[in-house]
T-cell receptor, first 117, second 113 residues
């Protein structure tokens, strides 16, 4: 299994500012994922981050708004840029071990609860 | 394309009663199906998954789910609810060429004495 930690656990930010969320895994992983969970809703995939390549963004999410870094096999960051109150959500990081096949378990971090005023 | 529908955003049961959480899926490829649980202020934890083989899948904490292709369903059950089962439960399907997960809207399970 993999244990995932995220920093910060929560933050309150002013509109127009940016926040970088860190995701640390206790073992080397192939694929890392970033999700958004808006209040009372399900998880929506923002992007997939592979080490050594550009992140792949889902429809409705763009790199200028959510830049992602993946400098090595245990770490990734997500930046929420030029924030507005609509960005208030929980942001979760996840990762898979091995070859990241369709049946592989995703391990999730505890999430970062972001409130934008 | 893949999608997941969870019937019932809130389910309430008595302690000791049967838990049944419903999940229906749509998939253009043979589906890989998952149930995750989320406790308050925590990340998601895998309960069980179906990939291939036996259609009745047993997971952690006494939960199990049955894959029914003809009904495109993957309902989650537990014979006897415990207070500690109160949480949010998400059904998900794996789509495409890698394990991108498509989640259902979630079902909040309440267990009362």
């Amino acid at each position: 299994s993999a244990v995932i930690s995220q920093k910060p656990s929560r933050d309150i930010c002013q509109r127009g500012t940016s926040l970088t969320i860190q995701c640390q895994v206790d073992s080397q992983v192939t694929m890392m994922f970033w999700y958004r969970q808006q209040p009372g809703q399900s998880l929506t995939l923002i992007a997939t981050a592979n080490q050594g390549s550009e992140a792949t963004y889902e429809s409705g999410f763009v790199i200028d708004k959510f830049p992602i870094s993946r400098p090595n096999l245990t770490f990734s960051t997500l930046t929420v840029s030029n924030m507005s109150p609509e960005d208030s959500s929980i942001y979760l990081c996840s990762a898979t071990l091995g070859l990241a096949g369709r049946g592989d378990e995703q391990f999730f971090g505890p999430g970062t609860r972001l409130t934008v005023l | 394309a893949q999608s997941v529908t969870q019937l019932g955003s809130h389910v309430s049961v008595s302690e000791g009663a049967l838990v049944l959480l419903r999940c229906n899926y749509s998939s253009s490829v043979p589906p890989y199906l998952f149930w995750y649980v989320q406790y308050p202020n925590q990340g998601l934890q895998l309960l069980l998954k179906y990939t291939t083989g036996a259609t009745l899948v047993k997971g952690i904490n006494g939960f199990e789910a049955e894959f029914k292709k003809s009904e495109t369903s993957f309902h989650l059950t537990k014979p006897s609810a415990h207070m500690s089962d109160a949480a949010e439960y998400f059904c998900a399907v794996s789509g495409g060429g890698y394990n991108k997960l498509i989640f259902g809207a979630g079902t909040r399970l309440a267990v009362h004495p």
